[in-house]
Each structure stands twice: as C-alpha cells, then as structure tokens.
C-alpha cells in the first residue's frame, strides 16, 4: 500500500516505496533471484541491445528426497546455497530467475554454444562440489542437470524455454547430473 505525504519528503517516500514495490514483485523472496516476471521484464528492455543469449534451464536432482529426508527448511536452504553457487559462477551480464520449485533460469548474454555448454558444466561441477549439511548435522551432495540452448529470436521467451527444457529432459533420461544442449 502507498501513502503519498507532504511535502518533498513525502513524494521521496511514495517514489521509494514504489520502486521497492516493483522490485519484490519482480524477485524471488527465498533465493533473491529474479521470478519468472523479472526475467521477462529484464528480457524485454535488454533485447533491442543484445540480440543473442543462451538460455539454460537447471533443475535439482531428487530434490523430493532432499524435502523428504531432511525436510523443507533444509530443502529451502539448499534452494538458497544453488543460487548463490550459481550466481557465484555466471557472469554479471548473465542472470539468474527462479523459474518454479526447484527450476531455475539462465540467461546468458552470449550464444555461442559451446561457451554455453561449458558455463553450465562449471555451474554442474561446482554444485556437485558443494557441501550441504542438515539441521541435526549430517552432510550430504546434491546434483543439477541442466538443459541449454540458444535464444532463438523471432519465438517468444516461453517458446524458447520449451526447448531448453526438452535438452534438460534429456539430461535427466540419460542419467542426471549432466549438461544437455539443442
């Protein structure tokens, strides 16, 4: 809710709150991500000036068994600690939206793919890589699969994450815990 005070004082405030506003909409609460609207809001005002991107879809192996086992404060935990890995690994030009449940979005600002395919490996292998540890202690690894093509210009943002995901789909037939391209 906005409240628009007196004065110059309170016209800051109301512009403050406004842009604050905006931005939670547009970002994930639990991993400080971009949402699926501020990926579209961020695609839309940087395509006239960056016409090829790579898109990657990346998905947490047996996340289930890890809300399961462990339980969901430890799953939203480990949900945080994947952002942060992979924002750690991508970069700056690149972002990073959670995309739904344990689903997350890659834009990168290149199209080559076989730069992409190893942006997503790095991304993989240092995930791998990365401890978690549950409330009574215990440590355990998670994996990723990711799926990753390029931005195909002229088909919407949702057509082009249609293709992502089959390339993800194919990382999880072929076993997991693989970087798939189309």
Known sequence: MFICYHG??????YVQDFFQTREISSMDFLTKTFNRKGLEEHLKAVQKSRPDFGLAMLDIDFFKKVNDTYGHAVGDAVLVRVAEVARMMIRKDDVLARFGGEEFL?????DNIYQLVKSCERIRMAIEKT????????SFNITVSLGVTRYQKGKSLQDNIIVADKALYQSKENGRNKTTSI
Request: glycine residues 16%; hydrophobic residues 35%; aromatic residues 16%.
């Open 8 to 13: 110059l004082g309170g016209k800051f405030k």
């Open 106 to 110: 890659i834009l990168f600002a290149s």
């Open 131 to 138: 401890p978690f540890s549950s409330t009574d202690g215990t």
